[in-house]
Structures are given as structure tokens and as C-alpha cells.
């Protein structure tokens, strides 16, 4: 019966795209939450203050590593749906996945602002980016394999391929560095979202697919008008 359902007929990548936009920005969200105004209590002595910001300092890191992170998902993830030229209930599913791994995200992060000496806290939050990694090569692996415009017209970059799995490996040494010196672990977590700052450069043959998918879409809506 499963495999029933995930071959299913195509889907429009519209409600697939708004809900994975829509999950993104509670993430975002969520990450914030953790950092909260400290309390003093002699509200008037900056030196009491500046103590507690230093106190907060690790959480205001994997903070913004973590949001750095997730922004980089999106922006990948964003891409990779582009180029499908309809969704699929498979892709429904492993686009699930991957989005509970996003929505996870905020609870290592936390337990790492917490606890950022803890070498078991600082190799948890690599080895969940590094299950969110693994999930998203399996989307865009799914996405290459079966929802492509058209293969003759458009094959995906292999440089993008390659970077995909720059996270995996990345997080994978940082969760393992962790048990030897923390530091370096958050060396690598602090240094590889930079890694995905400057994309790739888009070929003609991307273009070529935005053309065709959005003439499809157009036609697609036209024939909905009609039939009404």
C-alpha cells in the first residue's frame, strides 16, 4: 500500500514550497526564544550587566550558527525544488523528513548554549546537522533521479552535487572532534556555513528550466480556467 501511495500521480509544488517556507521561518523563530534578557539585580551597575552577556555568549554562538545553518538549508533547499518540474507524494514524504530535522534543530542548539563545555552536547548538535545533511542529499538525490524538467534540456550541476555533501562530512569530524577538543568542533561548526555564503553561479541551463516550468504552470492554470 505505501508504495502505492508514493506513486501516485504529480502534485504541484505550490503548497509543497508555502509549507516548507512556512516551517523555515517557525525554525527561525524558535531559535531566538532561547536568548533571553538577563536579570539583574541592581538594574543601574553595567559591570553586573556585561557579566551576564558574558554569561550568554555561547548561547548568542550556536544561536547564530544554527540560524546561519538553517538559512543555508533554505536557500539550498529553495534551489533544489526549483528544478523539479512538479512534486510527487515521495517527495511529499522525504521533504517531510527533512523538515523534522529542521524543526529538531533548536533543541541542540539549545542544550550547546547550555552546555558548551559538554563534550556529549557539543557532538549532538554535529551529529543532528549531520542527519539534516544526510536528508537533504536524499531530496536532491530523489529531485535529480525523478522530477527534473527534462534531462536532455537541463542536467543539474555536479558542483552542486559535490557541495551537498561538504555539510555531511564537515559536521560529521565536528561531532567526532568534539570528544578531543571543543574548540576545534566549533571551529568547524562555526566555519562551514561559510563554506554555502557565495552560490553557485546559475548555467543557461537553468534558465532554460525556469522558462519551461513557468510555461507549464501557465497552461496548467489555463486549462484549470477552462474547465470551470
Known amino acids: 500500500m505505501l508504495t502505492d501511495i508514493l506513486r501516485r500521480g504529480p502534485l504541484t509544488r505550490a503548497r509543497l514550497e508555502a509549507f516548507s517556507d512556512g516551517v523555515f521561518a517557525i525554525v527561525v523563530t524558535l531559535l531566538v526564544l ?30 547564530a550558527v544554527s540560524f546561519f545553518v538553517v538559512v543555508k538549508f533554505w536557500v539550498n533547499h529553495s534551489y533544489i525544488l526549483s528544478l523539479a518540474r512538479c512534486a510527487s507524494y515521495a517527495c511529499f514524504w522525504i521533504n517531510a523528513l527533512f523538515l523534522m530535522g529542521q524543526a529538531f534543530i533548536p533543541f541542540p542548539t539549545a542544550l550547546l548554549g547550555e552546555y558548551p563545555g559538554n563534550p556529549l552536547a557539543v557532538s549532538f548538535f554535529g551529529a543532528t546537522l549531520l542527519v539534516c545533511c544526510l536528508l ?5 538525490h530523489y529531485v535529480n533521479a525523478h522530477l527534473l ?42 566555519f562551514t556555513p561559510l563554506f554555502f555564503v557565495v552560490p553557485l553561479q546559475p548555467h543557461r541551463g537553468h534558465a532554460v528550466a525556469e522558462g519551461i516550468i513557468e510555461q507549464e504552470e501557465m497552461r496548467y492554470h489555463a486549462g484549470l480556467h477552462h474547465a470551470h
Open 149 to 190: 524538467r527534462d534531462a536532455d534540456q537541463y542536467v543539474p550541476s555536479r558542483p552542486l552535487l559535490l557541495r551537498s555533501l561538504v555539510g555531511p562530512v564537515c559536521y560529521a569530524l565536528g561531532a567526532a572532534l568534539a570528544w578531543v577538543s571543543i574548540p576545534l568542533s566549533l571551529a568547524v561548526y562555526l
Open 34 to 63: 532561547e536568548l533571553r534578557v538577563p536579570h539583574l539585580h541592581l538594574g543601574s551597575s553595567p559591570q553586573e550587566l556585561a557579566h551576564e552577556l558574558r554569561a550568554i555568549v555561547p548561547k548568542l554562538l550556536s544561536w
Open 136 to 140: 537533504f542529499v536524499w531530496l536532491h
